[in-house]
């Protein structure tokens, strides 16, 4: 089992930044795709960005509406990932949620909400205008 924690979320101006962090633990070894979602109000989970890591590389993924503007990164002594957001908007607005799962050899990227079975129980941004 893996257990997966968000911290960092709360609000924040519009043009402004945040940095939310994702902490895993259990059985970390087991896992090595995490990823971010976000959840607006009335709305569906959708990928922010998602990393997918091994021994000697890692392969970031974001979301068309995030690029160049957010940054997933990886603390592999503190087996966390961060989410970098800068230039929020105020349609980034939501609940984010970390996720995790075990990838088998091959380049799939996963980008699907049923794609992971580890989640976290969610951490609120908000962005005023």
């Known amino acids: 089992q893996v257990h997966l924690v968000e911290s960092g979320g709360g609000i924040v101006q519009a043009g402004g930044s945040l940095r939310l962090s994702c902490a895993a633990s259990g059985s970390v070894s087991s896992i090595n795709v995490m990823g971010w979602y976000r959840q607006a109000a009335g709305k569906q989970r959708e990928l922010v960005a998602t990393?997918?890591?091994?021994?000697?590389?890692?392969?970031?993924n974001y979301a068309d509406s995030v690029k160049g503007r957010f940054t997933i990164s990886r603390d592999n002594a503190k087996n966390t990932v961060n989410l970098q957001m800068s230039s929020l908007k105020p349609e980034d607005t939501a609940v984010y949620y970390c996720?995790?799962?075990?990838?088998?050899?091959?380049?799939?990227?996963?980008?699907?909400?049923?794609?992971?079975?580890?989640w976290g129980q969610g951490t609120q941004v908000t962005v005023s205008s």
């Open positions: 990393i997918t890591f091994g021994t000697y590389s890692e392969t970031t």
């Open positions: 996720a995790a799962r075990f990838a088998g050899a091959g380049s799939r990227v996963y980008t699907e909400v049923a794609d992971y079975g580890y």
